[in-house]
C-alpha cells in the first residue's frame, strides 16, 4: 500500500494527461446497451425520471456513487471469515480498530446508512430555536435538522455557487458570515457547525485545512461543537494533498488525523467512503458519545453491528483501512477531471475545477432555452439517456420543493450530476460518456422542457414522474438515427 506520502503518479513519455487504473478487474458484470428507441420507451415508463429506470436498460449507472463502488478483493476476502453473532461480535471489534487507526476516534457508533447517523445527530442536538451553520446542506441533512426542528444556515464562500471557477476550495465556509451566523442566533443557539467534506450538492468540492482549522478555533472560542461529515472524505483528502501548500509529502493518514482533530464528532455513510453500505458516528469525547448511545439500540440495532451486516462490517473496516492509499483515493478524481477538462476545453458547461463524485454538467447553460419551470436538469437527464443509455442524476428544480403559494422554489443551479462510482468504469467508457455529451450539445436545441404528470408532496425527485413538453423527444431520436445509422 502507498501510504509514505510520496505521490505515486504515472506521467507518459507522449506527455499525454491519461488517467491510469493502478487495478485490474476480475470479476465483471455483462451491460445493455439498447437500441435508442428502446431507451426512449425505457425513459417514458420511467416518468422522465432517471430514478425510476430499471438496470437492465441502463448502460452506464451514472446515477449515483452510493453503494454502488467496486470493492476490492481484500474486501470480499473479508465477508467470508465475518462472525455472525448479534452481541459482541469478532468483526466489530475489527472495524472499531479500524475506526481508531484511520480516523484515530476512539468512540464509535455504527448505524445502517449515513442519513441514520443524521437521524441520531440531530435527534440529539438539535431543537426548536437553534440552528446549524454549514457550508453547504445535503438532502437528507437537511430534512433530519428540520425535522428536529433546527434551522439550516449555509455559509459557503462566493466561489462556490459560481459553476466556472479556478477556486480549489469551494467547499470553504465564508468566515464573515460565520460570525454573522453566530452573532444573530447567539453561540448557545448553535446545536453545532456541520462541515461537509467532499460537499456534494455543490459538485463534490472540498474544502481546505486552513479554512478547518479557522472554523474549529472559532468554534472553540465560543464553545460550539464542530461535526464533520466525512461521507466523501476520501477526495478532500486527495485535494488538500495535491491542492494545499504543505500537505504534498504529508501522509494521507497524518492529513485524516489533523482533520479529525479539529473536530468533536464526525458521521459517515459506509455507501461512500468504505465502498461497502452501513455508516457509523465517531468522537473522541465520551460525553458526545454517551448522550448519543442509547439511540443506537432503538433505531439501528444493538451496539455490535448498527443495522449492518457483519460482512459488511468487514468490508468496511477493510475498505476504510484502504482509504489512506493515494492509489485509492485519487483514482475518481482523476478520471472526474479527465471527463471535466475534456467537455470544458470543448466549451461545455461543466462545473470546475473538477471535484470528487462526479462530473457536473450545467443544464441551465447547456439548454438555456428550458425555463427554469420546465426543469432543463431533468430534460438534459432525461435527453442524456435517451441519447447514450448513460444514467445521471437530476440535481436542479425538480429536487426542490414548492413554496406556499404553490410556486416551484427555483434551484440555486440546475445541475446534471455524472458520478463516478470509485473503480467501475474504463476510460473508454468514459471516452463514450464525453462522446455523447459532445453530440448532445451540438443537437441542443432539439432539446425542451418537462411537466409533471404525477407530484409527490415530499422529496418529489424520487419517484415523481413527469412527461416531454411538445414533440422533442421525437426530434431527437430521428437526429440520432440519421447522424449514428443503425449504431446503438
Ligand atoms: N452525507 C453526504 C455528503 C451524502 O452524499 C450522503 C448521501 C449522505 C450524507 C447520506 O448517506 O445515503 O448513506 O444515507 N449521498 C447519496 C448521493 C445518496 O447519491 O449523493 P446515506
Known amino acids: 500500500m502507498e501510504n509514505s506520502g510520496k505521490l505515486s503518479t504515472v ?9 491510469l487504473e493502478m487495478h485490474k478487474v476480475r470479476v465483471v458484470q455483462k451491460l445493455n446497451l439498447l437500441p435508442i428507441e428502446e431507451r426512449k420507451e425505457a425513459i417514458y415508463g420511467a416518468g422522465f425520471n432517471t430514478f425510476l429506470l430499471m438496470n437492465k436498460d441502463v448502460f452506464l449507472d451514472m446515477l449515483t456513487d452510493s453503494g454502488t463502488n467496486a470493492m476490492s478483493d481484500n474486501q470480499v476476502a473479508a465477508m467470508s471469515v465475518a462472525d455472525d453473532s448479534y452481541a459482541g461480535s469478532a468483526s466489530y471489534t475489527k472495524l472499531e480498530a479500524a475506526i481508531l487507526e484511520v480516523f484515530n476516534q476512539n468512540y464509535f457508533l455504527p ?22 451553520p454549514m457550508n453547504y446542506h445535503f438532502t437528507t441533512t437537511k430534512a433530519h435538522i428540520e425535522m428536529a426542528g433546527s434551522a439550516v444556515e449555509e455559509i459557503y464562500t462566493d466561489e462556490a455557487l459560481k459553476i466556472k471557477s479556478d477556486f480549489p476550495f469551494k467547499g470553504n465556509m465564508d468566515i464573515n458570515k460565520l460570525h454573522k451566523v453566530i452573532e444573530k442566533w447567539g453561540a448557545e443557539n448553535v446545536a453545532y457547525i456541520r462541515f461537509e467534506a467532499g460537499t456534494n450538492l455543490i459538485g463534490g468540492q ?5 479554512n478547518l482549522r479557522e472554523v ?9 461543537m464542530l461535526l464533520m461529515d466525512t461521507s466523501l472524505i476520501n477526495e478532500n483528502l486527495y485535494f488538500i494533498k495535491i491542492r494545499e501548500e504543505g500537505y504534498l509529502d504529508m501522509p494521507i493518514k497524518d492529513i485524516l488525523h489533523e482533520m479529525m482533530s479539529y473536530t468533536d464528532f464526525s458521521y459517515f455513510s459506509g455507501r461512500k467512503v468504505s465502498c461497502t453500505r452501513g455508516g457509523g458516528i465517531c468522537t473522541n469525547n465520551h460525553d458526545i458519545y454517551m448522550k448519543m448511545r442509547d439511540w443506537v439500540p432503538l433505531f439501528e440495532g444493538f451496539l455490535t453491528y448498527g443495522g449492518m451486516s457483519v460482512r459488511e462490517i468487514e468490508a468496511m473496516a477493510v475498505g476504510l483501512i484502504e482509504t489512506l492509499d493515494f492509489n485509492v483515493i485519487s483514482h475518481s478524481p482523476t478520471f472526474i477531471k479527465y471527463l471535466v477538462d475534456a467537455l470544458d476545453s470543448k466549451g461545455i458547461p461543466v462545473i470546475t475545477p473538477a471535484g470528487g463524485l462526479g462530473c457536473h454538467l450545467d443544464a441551465g447553460q447547456f439548454i438555456a432555452h428550458v425555463p427554469q419551470t420546465q426543469y432543463p436538469a431533468g430534460a438534459l437527464a432525461a435527453a442524456l439517456f435517451i441519447a447514450s443509455g448513460i444514467r ?13 403559494n404553490g410556486d416551484d422554489v427555483l434551484a440555486d443551479v440546475e445541475l446534471l450530476r455524472l458520478a463516478f462510482p470509485r473503480r467501475v468504469f474504463t476510460l473508454s467508457q468514459i471516452k463514450y460518456a464525453e462522446d455523447r455529451i459532445q453530440w448532445l450539445f451540438d443537437n441542443r436545441h432539439l432539446i425542451g422542457g418537462l ?8 422529496l418529489r425527485f424520487f419517484v415523481g414522474k413527469l412527461q416531454p413538453i411538445g414533440d ?3 426530434k431527437l431520436v430521428a437526429k440520432f438515427r440519421q447522424d449514428f445509422g443503425d449504431s446503438l
Open 472 to 474: 422533442w423527444v421525437d
Open 11 to 19: 506521467k507518459f513519455y507522449s506527455g499525454d494527461v491519461t488517467p
Open 206 to 210: 472540498p474544502f481546505s485545512m486552513a
Open 451 to 458: 411537466e409533471w404528470v404525477e407530484e409527490p408532496p415530499v
Open 111 to 132: 448505524v445502517h446508512q449515513g442519513r441514520a447517523a443524521e437521524h441520531i445527530i440531530s435527534k440529539t442536538f438539535c431543537r426548536p430555536g437553534s440552528v446549524v
Open 392 to 404: 445521471g442524476m437530476e440535481r436542479g428544480t425538480i429536487s426542490s420543493v414548492r413554496d406556499e
Open 216 to 224: 474549529s478555533a472559532i468554534a472553540k472560542a465560543h464553545n460550539i
